[in-house]
């Protein structure tokens, strides 16, 4: 049996963690069943940013609702090399040409916009192969900042045009939300969890996931695309009763 961990901050304001388990401060701790949700996704789709967002308007739409976050790593695009290329021949590989995105773009910067999110597709010049995003994510969730990983990593990639190719961007942005810069630049310079990280990326693919955002509750119940908060809520308080309503039997 694991350890119960202390309290740790969570992404959602006003809210902790007592061991996996999400409790808002606000509110007494609940008696309810903890609802998993596995958030599969990629640093670098668009539609992952703005889902992120919207599974933690969704959570604030529920607070009466415990539940277990976690983010589980897709390659988007697992045909880029580890070292990335650059933006113009990533576009014209896969839409055909830098002007054919445009049209796409244009759809994805006014969707982040309405979520008070900022997607600047003119800044990217690199398109990285995300492995070593993922590992950052997993080992900062062994200490309760893989949402402030993930989000930093997305930010820098869509807002600020980061190159997540460059070690020194990584480990900076690590740094950033809390972890050891130099334990950070060390670990990145061996293997640890590539293979761990592929597993699980293959393991989305086994399960049938092919596009993501996928919010997968209760290891049961997938929800595919960035959809509204507010679907997303009505999800999470359907599946809940249920798991609940079956603990009860």
């Known amino acids: 049996m694991r350890e119960r961990a202390a309290p ?13 388990t999400l409790f808002r401060e606000d509110r007494p701790m609940s008696r309810l069943k903890p609802l998993k949700i596995d958030v599969v996704s990629d640093v670098v789709c668009p539609w992952c940013y703005i889902g992120k967002k919207r599974i933690e308007d969704a959570l604030a739409l529920v607070p009466e609702v415990p539940v277990e976050v976690n983010f589980r790593p897709f390659f988007l695009n697992p045909w880029v090399p580890r070292e990335g290329i650059s933006r113009e021949e ?3 590989t896969k839409f ?26 003119d800044l990217v010049k690199r398109q990285p192969n995300t492995i070593d995003c993922h590992r950052l994510i997993h080992w ?4 309760g900042k893989a949402p402030e990983m993930k989000q930093r990593l997305m930010e820098l990639y869509f807002r600020d045009g980061g190159d997540l190719t460059e070690i020194n961007v990584l480990v900076q942005a690590a740094a ?3 972890l050891d810069a ?6 990145l310079a061996t293997d640890e969890d590539i293979d761990l990280i592929s597993g699980q990326a293959q393991e989305a693919s086994d399960k049938g996931i092919s596009g993501v955002p996928t919010f997968v509750f209760a290891q049961k119940y997938a929800v595919s695309g960035a959809q509204p908060a507010e679907l997303l809520a009505r999800a999470i308080r ?9 603990a009860a039997e």
């Open 8 to 20: 740790r901050a969570c992404f959602a304001t006003g809210s902790v963690y007592v061991g996996d």
């Open 90 to 92: 990533y576009l014209t």
């Open 96 to 121: 055909g040409s830098v002007d054919a995105y445009k049209g796409i773009a244009g759809r994805v910067v006014t969707a982040a916009g309405e979520e008070g999110l900022t997607y600047r597709p």
């Open 140 to 143: 900062a969730e062994a200490v």
């Open 176 to 178: 950033d939300v809390g």
């Open 182 to 187: 130099e334990d950070v630049r060390r670990r």
């Open 238 to 246: 359907q599946v809940s009763a249920e798991v609940n309503a079956q």
